[in-house]
């Protein structure tokens, strides 16, 4: 069995920072991708940020100089800084990790989702 665990959530304010951490523990044999999408009130899913195995890093439009994704592989830990916080990213943050676990074929997993709420 494996998990993928989001943390650091929280309400901040217009301006502020925020750092979100994401561990895919379990059986793992390797994982490939891992990344944050994000989902506001009455919204559809959308990416935040992804990084490959090999730090390769994707990033959203909305979150583009204002955000940094990293990624500690010898934990199977994803890191989000997000800075300069609006309004408008308030929102459930979702991590994944893209991963093969012993004996399987690679899927997509996800995490619970930690929410992110910007406010003054």
């Known amino acids: 069995q494996v998990q993928v665990v989001e943390s650091g959530g929280g309400l901040v304010q217009p301006g502020g920072s925020l750092r979100l951490s994401c561990a895919a523990s379990?059986?793992?044999?390797?994982?490939?991708?891992m990344g944050w999408y994000r989902q506001a009130p009455g919204k559809q899913r959308e990416l935040v940020a992804a990084?490959?195995?090999?730090?390769?890093?994707n990033y959203a439009d909305s979150v583009k100089g204002r955000s940094t994704i990293s990624r500690d592989n010898a934990k199977s830990t994803v890191y989000l800084q997000l800075n300069s916080l609006k309004p408008d990213d308030t929102a459930v943050y979702y991590c994944?990790?893209?991963?093969?676990?012993?004996?399987?074929?690679?899927?997509?997993?996800w995490g619970q989702g930690t929410r992110v709420t910007v406010s003054s």
């Open positions: 379990g059986s793992i044999s390797s994982i490939s991708a």
């Open positions: 990084i490959t195995s090999d730090g390769k890093t």
């Open positions: 994944y990790s893209r991963m093969r676990r012993s004996g399987d074929v690679e899927r997509l997993y």
